[in-house]
C-alpha cells in the first residue's frame, strides 16, 4: 500500500468515467434511480442513508487510520453523540478527565438519564484507570494530546488493560491526525475525528468522522443509528474535505514546526510560567508522545500572569493570532480556554491555548512577542 502522504495527496481524485475529469464532482442528487429489476446498481439509493461524494470520504479515512470501516457525520460531536447512542444501557464510558470539553457537556445534556454514565478518570495513571474500570465498563474514551492541558496517554498500555476487562477502546485523534499517530494499530477499536479541524484544515468545513477497526458489532449499530437519525456529512463538505486533505501532510509539517518554535520561544519567556508542549523535554508525556507520535503537533498551550484578566489581556494584544475558538486552520488562533469551557474545568484561569498555522514563524513570535510585554515576570 502507498504511503500516507500518498493517499492524501490522491484522496477525492478518482478518475470521473463520464468526463476523465481528475478532481471528483460534486454529487448534490438526494436520489438515485433503480434498475429496471428494481436493483440500485451503484449501491447509492438516498442521500441519507449514503451519497457518493461521502462515500469517498468514508473510503479515504478507513484506508488513512487502518480500519475497516468509516462513518462520516455532520460534525465531531455528531459522530459522538451516535457511538454514545448505539452502546447498550446499563452502560458506564471511562472518559478521560480532560477530553474535550464538548464531549462532557453532550454527557450531561444528552446522557444524564440514559442508563448510560461517564466516569471521569485520569488516562495517564494507569492505577487510576484500573481502579476505575467496573463490570459496566463498555468504553473507555481517550484523547491524546488531550485538550487543552496536551496530557498524553499511553494508547498500548491502556488499550490492553481495557481488552482484558472486555471493553471497546476510542480514541479522538483530531489534534494528531493519522500522520502523526495511528491508534487502531495501537490497539484502539475506534477513532473519532472532528473533520472540522486538520483533516478539511481551513476552518470552512464542519464535519465528524468515526473510524472502526472491526466494520461488524458496534460499527452496525452505529451505521444503522446514522441511517435513521440522519446525521450524515453532505455532499458539499464532503468534497471540500477531501479537497483539504490533499494538502495536509505539507501543511502538519509547517504547522508543527511552527509549534515548536513558537513552545521553545514560550518557554524561555520570564512572563511565562509555564508550556505545555510534548516536544519540550520537561513534559511529562514527552517519552510516550516521542514513541507513539511522529511528530508532536501545532497546538501549543501557555499559562501566563497570575489571573485570567492577565492571561486575556495578553490574548487582546495579538495582531497576527486571531482570537477565536477551534483549530486546525490556516491562520493562528489564541484562545483563553476556561472562559469557553463552563465550570468546573481543569484549565487554568491563566492559560492561553494556540493553534499554529501556516504563517512565518518569525511573525508568529513577533506578534507573541508584543503581546507579552508588561506581563510581571512570575
Ligand atoms: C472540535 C473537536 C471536537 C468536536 O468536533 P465538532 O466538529 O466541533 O463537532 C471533538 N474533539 C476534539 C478534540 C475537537 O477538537
Not at 444528552?110 to 478518570?121: L, Q, T
Request: net charge negative; aromatic share 6%.
Amino acid at each position: 500500500m502507498n504511503k500516507i502522504e500518498t493517499i492524501l495527496a490522491h484522496a477525492g481524485c478518482k478518475i470521473d468515467p463520464e468526463t476523465r475529469a481528475v478532481v471528483s464532482p460534486i454529487h448534490l442528487s438526494t436520489t438515485f434511480e433503480r434498475s429496471i429489476d428494481g436493483s440500485y446498481p451503484k449501491g447509492f439509493s438516498y442521500s441519507r442513508d449514503a451519497s457518493p461524494n461521502r462515500s469517498m470520504l468514508e473510503e479515504t479515512l478507513a484506508t488513512l487510520e487502518g480500519g475497516a470501516a468509516c462513518a462520516a457525520f455532520s460534525s465531531g460531536m455528531a459522530a459522538a453523540m451516535t457511538l454514545i447512542q448505539a452502546l447498550e444501557p446499563p452502560a458506564e464510558i471511562l472518559l478521560a478527565d480532560d477530553a474535550y470539553h464538548g464531549v462532557r457537556h453532550l454527557a450531561e445534556v444528552a446522557f444524564a438519564h440514559s442508563g448510560i454514565r461517564f466516569k471521569a478518570v485520569d488516562m495517564t495513571d494507569e492505577a487510576a484507570f484500573k481502579r476505575a474500570l467496573s463490570p459496566q465498563t463498555q468504553l473507555v474514551w481517550l484523547e491524546t494530546p488531550s485538550n487543552p492541558l496536551l496530557k498524553i496517554t499511553d494508547i498500548r498500555a491502556i488499550a490492553n488493560l481495557a481488552k482484558k476487562a472486555g471493553c471497546l477502546v476510542l480514541v479522538d485523534n483530531t489534534w494528531a491526525t493519522p500522520l502523526l499517530l495511528q491508534p487502531l494499530a495501537l490497539g484502539a477499536d475506534f477513532v473519532l475525528h472532528s473533520l472540522t479541524k486538520y483533516l478539511a484544515g481551513h476552518s470552512d468545513v464542519l464535519g465528524g468522522a468515526l473510524v472502526a477497526a472491526d466494520s461488524d458489532g458496534l460499527f452496525q449499530r452505529i451505521r444503522t443509528l446514522q441511517k435513521a437519525g440522519g446525521a450524515v456529512l453532505d455532499p458539499f463538505s464532503a468534497w471540500l474535505t477531501l479537497r483539504g486533505m490533499r494538502s495536509m501532510a505539507a501543511r502538519m509539517r509547517m504547522q508543527c514546526a511552527n509549534a515548536k518554535a513558537v513552545a521553545v520561544f514560550l518557554d524561555d519567556h520570564p512572563a511565562v510560567t509555564r508550556v505545555h508542549y510534548p516536544a519540550l523535554p520537561a513534559h511529562k508525556g514527552h517519552a510516550t508522545a516521542s514513541e507513539q507520535m511522529k511528530d508532536f503537533g501545532a497546538m501549543v498551550s501557555f499559562e501566563v500572569g497570575s489571573s485570567a484578566e492577565e492571561a486575556l489581556r495578553v490574548a487582546s494584544r495579538t495582531r497576527v493570532f486571531r482570537r477565536a475558538t477551534s483549530l486546525g486552520g490556516t491562520e493562528s488562533l489564541i484562545e483563553h480556554r476556561a472562559s469557553i469551557e463552563a465550570p468546573p474545568t481543569l484549565t487554568p484561569d491563566t492559560l492561553l491555548r494556540i493553534s499554529c498555522g501556516l504563517e512565518h514563524r518569525e511573525d508568529l513570535i513577533s506578534d507573541l512577542q508584543f503581546a507579552l510585554q508588561d506581563i510581571d515576570s512570575c
